[in-house]
């Protein structure tokens, strides 16, 4: 599983010109899901998303305060280009991401949660193409993976 999540002032996403989601202050999480994900690597990346001290408290800068912390809302969006494998030829390969139907069913496993923390999550529109409109922060971006641990 891998996350892209940002600090933003505000993000937008739209769908066939339609707003689906929107935020202020907070966290965009843009999301990729392995085929060989389960419900742990989901669970340690919500952990790890709410908890994660990326928001200064007061003038010293510090990363000090979580999402969980603030009250932060978070705007949730798949993205299985994160998978994108560019190392042969000029076009990506996405062999590593999750089938279409496996994405869905843990991305939205992921959502949930995240919903779980009592936090506003907004989400894009699973297999849609998306406008997605970032305000970053700082800029604060980090990349977030984890694999299924060997057995």
Known sequence: MMVLI?????SLLTVGGE??????????????IAPTDTDAELAWMAKKCLNLR?????????FDCSALEIGAELLVVSQFTLYGDCN?????????????????RLYERFVELLRESGLTVATGKFGSMMDVAIANDGPVTLWLSREREKT
């Open 6 to 10: 940002q600090r933003v002032t505000s």
């Open 19 to 32: 707003i689906v989601g929107a935020i202020g202050w907070c966290l965009i999480l843009l999301v990729g």
């Open 54 to 62: 990326l928001f200064p408290q007061g003038e010293s800068g510090r």
């Open 88 to 104: 042969k030829g000029r076009r990506p390969s996405f062999a590593e991401a999750a089938p279409p139907e496996q994405a869905e």
